[in-house]
């Protein structure tokens, strides 16, 4: 597969305040120049792409032992493989976009104690990094059985777990009042939403040809 360069990507505008650019700069001396924060960019996109790989892989293997087999050594589909380094890129820009604007609003709030700044934004980075680890394995999960379902045109049933939403997410309030589904009747991609902690169980019917394993 060919990678892409991803020098002309659109950045986040930069932001309009004074105070604020000081206080990045202050933070991360790696949005220094807008080279920096591509490779930024792309070294985020890598780790993402490879860490994503690893989970679609896991999970293929998982619903293959279903089936009785061997789960693959590698990803060979070139839409699966196109399909991650896609996502892996977008969220790697939206992680940065996100932390940049989340560090410019705590330093104009805390302005000009940059301790105070800088210890409200590593505070918010922490809970962030397990988040957004969380949202990618749910995310590529999900993505790895959907595509292992429709590649091997598996049919079954699915429901929705956990089957409690806490009344806090009307989408998924929808999905799990559904019950027990038809696959072929899924109208909505579960995570749903960054903390969503949903996620659709399927029961494939076990008497189909697995002949797509990511290869
Ligand atoms: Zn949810």
Known sequence: MTRRKSRNRRRPAPTASSAAPTAIEAQSTSTSSTDDADDEEEALAALLLAANTRTYLDKLTELANGFGLDGPDELEDDDALAGLDDRARESAASIIN???????????ALWPDKDAI????????????????????????????????????????????????????????????????????????????????????????????????GN
Do not use: K
């Open 98 to 108: 996100t932390r940049n604007v989340i560090l410019a609003s705590i330093a104009l």
């Open 118 to 213: 800088t210890a409200r934004f590593n505070d918010w980075q922490a809970g962030q990094q397990e988040l957004i680890a969380r949202h990618e394995t749910a995310m590529t999960a999900s993505t790895a059985a959907s595509d292992f379902i429709s590649r091997n045109g598996l049919t079954g049933t699915a429901h929705v777990e956990p089957i409690d939403s806490a009344g806090l997410d009307d989408e998924c309030d929808h999905a799990i009042s559904q019950g027990e589904i038809p696959i072929e009747d899924i109208d909505i991609d579960l995570p749903a939403h960054p903390n969503c902690n949903h996620s659709w169980v399927y029961t494939l019917s076990g008497d189909a040809e697995i002949t797509w394993i």
